[in-house]
Structure formats: structure tokens, C-alpha cells
């Protein structure tokens, strides 16, 4: 069955660039989606539509989707952003939908 | 401006069933899509399955299959998740959520359901 794989961690320092990447075959096929989960609460839809930003979502935070690697791209990154990061992906063959296991974002 | 909320904490032995209700506001379930997701403790999300109401459908992860039963009721906007012989490892946060189309992102959710097993 189809497997999203998402680094367990990524670190980066305050004010640089972090990269998150989804992993799966053919994923450039298919919709991404990215969501933050800070603990306790519920996750948060950042982006859609592998690019697109809902209302209210900085424009630090972008996707890009192709080939087997879609990437969730944080710019100057702040304390605030350390959450958790979930990939989804929707395959439009089966009509289900799937999440990657999840990155751990640590601002240092 | 949408808001989902569901039904309180649940405690069930093995083998019973569970049922955890989603009362949706500002949308209306015929053209908004239903999804059903949970969280082990200290896990990751996994999708459980999600109605489309496009063509009135509801597809489930294969894992839930014959175990889970999603229903909605479009007179009320609220959407139903029940799942039958429950086991240890059912015990997680299981959350509702909404999106439109049926692929797109889950722009709203719950504030999430806790069954303990």
C-alpha cells in the first residue's frame, strides 16, 4: 500500500529556512496537503492543493509537489513555528486519502 | 465562519462499540465533506475515511473497513463516526473534520474526541 515518509525531525536555526519533504511514489500525481499540530490542539491546515495558502496563513509557508517528493518550504523561521508537520496526500484513483507520519519541527 | 463540535470523552471495554457525533455549523453537510481522522497517544494522524457528498459516497481507509460506519444527517449537519469491536490500541483522539471539495485540504476541525479502550 502507499507509504507518505516524512523525516521524524528537522532543526533549524531562528530566522533561517526549513525544508520538510513527503515522500511517495508518484506524489507529483496526487493533491498535498500540509497541516501544523502544536500539542494539545488540533491541526491547523497551512497548506492546500500542494501550493495554495488558506486565509489568515503567512506567506513564509509554501509547497511545491513533484516527482516522488513534495516539499512544505518554511521561510524565516520563528519560535512560534515549532509544531509538528503532516503531509496528506489525496489519491484521486481510489478517492482515499493518506497522512505521512509526521515531522517535529525544533527551532533551535 | 465554520465550527465543528463533537460529542465528550468516551471510557469502553474491549469489544464494545463507540460512537462520537460531529455537529457542524456554518457549513451544511450536502456540500461539505466529512472526514474522520485519529491520533494514538504520542502517534502520528491517521486517515479513518470521509464522506462526499458530490455523489453521496463514503469512502474508508481500508484498515477501518467493516469495523467503522460514518453517517450523516443532513437535516441536522451532523455527521456520526461508530466503530464496533474495539481494542487497546482504538485508544486514541479522533477528530472530525471538513473539507470542500472532497480532496482538498481540511480547512476546519473538531476539537477532538478522546476514547480511552
Known amino acids: 500500500s502507499d507509504v507518505l515518509t516524512q523525516p521524524p525531525s528537522v532543526s533549524v536555526a531562528p530566522g533561517q529556512t526549513a525544508r520538510i519533504t513527503c515522500g511517495g511514489n508518484n506524489i507529483g500525481g496526487k493533491t498535498v496537503h500540509w497541516y501544523q499540530q502544536k500539542p494539545g490542539q488540533a491541526p491547523v491546515l497551512i497548506v492546500y492543493?500542494?501550493?495554495d495558502r488558506p486565509s489568515g496563513i503567512p506567506e513564509r509557508f509554501s509547497g511545491s509537489n513533484s516527482g516522488n517528493t513534495a516539499t512544505l518550504t518554511i521561510r524565516r523561521v520563528d519560535a512560534g513555528d515549532e509544531a509538528d508537520y503532516y503531509c496528506q496526500a489525496w489519491d484521486s484513483s481510489s478517492d482515499h486519502l493518506l497522512f505521512g507520519g509526521g515531522t517535529q519541527l525544533t527551532v533551535l | 465562519q465554520g465550527h465543528l463540535v463533537q460529542s465528550g470523552a468516551e471510557v469502553k471495554k474491549p469489544g464494545a462499540s463507540v460512537k462520537v457525533s460531529c455537529k457542524v455549523s456554518g457549513y451544511t453537510l450536502s456540500e461539505f465533506s466529512i472526514h474522520w481522522v485519529r491520533q494514538a497517544p504520542g502517534k502520528g494522524l491517521e486517515w479513518m475515511g470521509g464522506?462526499?457528498?458530490?455523489?453521496?459516497?463514503?469512502f474508508y481507509a481500508q484498515k477501518f473497513q467493516g469495523r467503522v460506519t460514518m453517517t450523516e444527517d443532513t437535516s441536522t449537519d451532523t455527521a456520526d463516526m461508530e466503530m464496533s469491536s474495539l481494542r487497546f490500541e482504538d485508544t486514541a483522539v479522533y477528530y472530525c473534520a471538513i473539507s470542500w471539495p472532497y480532496g482538498s485540504g481540511s480547512s476546519h476541525w473538531g476539537q477532538g474526541t478522546l476514547v480511552t479502550v
Open positions: 492543493d500542494d501550493s
Open positions: 464522506f462526499d457528498p458530490k455523489d453521496g459516497e463514503t
